[in-house]
């Protein structure tokens, strides 16, 4: 099992970013995404989630309203959109894949290897 995350960079304060995470070696449709971050010297903690249907989505209150999680079956892929970017969003950002049926459930299963997101003031 694999997760490919790409798309991370550098973008000034209030700008966007798009996110993918490619998924193989496993049925994509039976696990739910998430999205995690680790910032500097700080804990990882969850960022998003969408749940295996795609119709549940849930998001950390730090990012709700300017952060879209969604996901692309043809394609294995789930993409975390990010808008209204802050220097506080700055962090390694991680997918994860889990057969898990709630947001709240732990552990996920596999893990990307993380994409850098710098935000400038």
């Known amino acids: 099992v694999q997760l490919q995350a790409s798309g991370g960079g550098l973008v000034q304060a209030g700008g966007s970013l798009r996110l993918s995470c490619t998924a193989s070696?496993?049925?994509?449709?039976?696990?739910?995404m998430a999205w995690f971050r680790q910032a500097p010297g700080k804990e990882r903690e969850f960022v998003a989630y969408?749940?295996?249907?795609?119709?549940?989505?849930y998001y950390a209150d730090s990012v709700k309203g300017r952060f879209t999680i969604s996901r692309d079956y043809a394609k294995n892929t789930v993409f975390l959109q990010m808008n209204s970017l802050q220097p506080e969003d700055t962090a390694v950002y991680y997918c994860?894949?889990?057969?898990?049926?709630?947001?709240?459930?732990?552990?996920?299963?596999?893990w990307g290897q993380g994409t850098l997101v710098t935000v400038s003031s």
């Open positions: 994860a894949a889990g057969r898990l049926t709630s947001a709240s459930a732990r552990p996920y299963d596999y």
């Open positions: 070696g496993l049925t994509f449709s039976s696990y739910a």
């Open positions: 969408i749940s295996r249907s795609g119709v549940t989505t």
